[in-house]
Nanobody, 125 residues
């Protein structure tokens, strides 16, 4: 069993920054590819970013490249999402997710096995 707990969400003005954290339980965290997704009201959950188990490879939604950065600290069992130049359209609940069985794919919700409860990010204009 893996438990994921997100933190760092909140209310920020457009143009501001936030860093989300996702703390994972389990001694084998360093083996898991990790991802961040978001879901706005009335919309489907969408891919934001992902990172390989080693941190050596990162993947981003095309529309977010250059503003968002994913990273991980395996010693702390934590994955991060640095969000800069935030826009009102970034408002959503942000979820982290873990792949227990490395599928080699990162962009789809179905390849992730565990999910956090989400953290709200609200960007005001």
């Amino acid at each position: 069993q893996v438990q994921l707990v997100e933190s760092g969400g909140g209310l920020v003005q457009a143009g501001g920054s936030l860093r989300l954290s996702c703390a994972a339980s389990g001694r084998t965290f360093s083996r898991y590819p990790m991802g961040w997704f978001r879901q706005a009201p009335g919309k489907e959950r969408e891919f934001v970013a992902a990172i390989s188990w080693s941190g050596g490879s990162t993947y981003y939604a095309d529309s977010l490249k250059g503003r968002f950065t994913i990273s991980r600290d395996n010693a702390k069992n934590t994955v991060y999402l640095q969000m800069n130049s935030l826009k009102p359209e970034d408002t959503a609940v942000y979820y982290c997710a873990a792949q227990i069985y490395n599928s080699g794919s990162y962009y789809y919700t179905g390849v992730y096995d565990y999910w956090g409860q989400g953290t709200q990010v609200t960007v005001s204009s």
